[in-house]
């Protein structure tokens, strides 16, 4: 009989359930509450990215926290729902920008640049779960890796109306070509 070999589950993102902690995450021109709402797993956990009112300008939350292996294939994947907005558009500088847009309204995929592959897959109550693969350039931490707000398909330069824009839940970056079952981190990222 053949050995299996499988790896264990990972999250390098840290905080996944607290994104109003800064750091790791760092908003601009936007606010997590520290309510919790609802999430996909019927607990009150997830975040609500609420928009400022800064005209023409990006609304975006940061984190500048992961390093990555040059050559290897990594997933980045999280849930979301709509409040005021639609859209999320998510980018990352990997030795060239990767950039991903997701309708949380209708599952849709926009636009989309320096991608392996991309999905989207409704996982109930108005909660879409997102990934992305790519394929590292580069040799330690991830610069710019930024979830907008957005009004549009890769439109993340708009007037602000100082709402409440995106639930997000449980953001996720593991090695491979699909997503991790998710979980909760905390205080260091889990591998």
Do not use: C
Request: aromatic content about 14%.
């Amino acid at each position: 009989m053949g050995r299996v070999i499988s790896r264990a589950t990972m999250n390098l993102l840290a905080w996944n359930e607290e994104l109003d902690r800064n750091p790791p995450w760092a908003p601009t021109r936007l606010t997590v509450p520290s309510i919790s709402e609802p999430s996909p797993d019927n607990r009150s956990t997830a975040n609500i990215l609420h928009e400022d009112g800064s005209v023409a300008s990006n609304h975006f939350l940061d984190n500048a926290t992961v390093s990555l292996d040059y050559g290897k294939q990594y997933t980045f994947s999280l849930f979301g729902k709509p409040i005021n907005r639609e859209w999320m558009r998510i980018i990352g500088l990997n030795g060239a920008f990767f950039t991903a847009n997701f309708n949380f309204t209708t599952g849709a995929i926009g636009f989309q640049q320096n991608l392996d592959y991309i999905e989207t897959r409704l996982v109930g109550n108005g909660w879409y779960r997102v990934w992305y693969v790519i394929t590292s350039n580069i040799n330690g931490i991830l610069p710019n890796f930024i979830h907008y707000t957005a009004s549009a398909d890769n439109a993340s330069t708009f007037d602000g109306l100082n709402q409440d824009s995106l639930y997000v839940w449980r953001p996720q970056i593991n090695e491979g070509f699909v997503p991790d079952p998710d979980f909760l981190t905390q205080e260091v990222a889990r591998t």
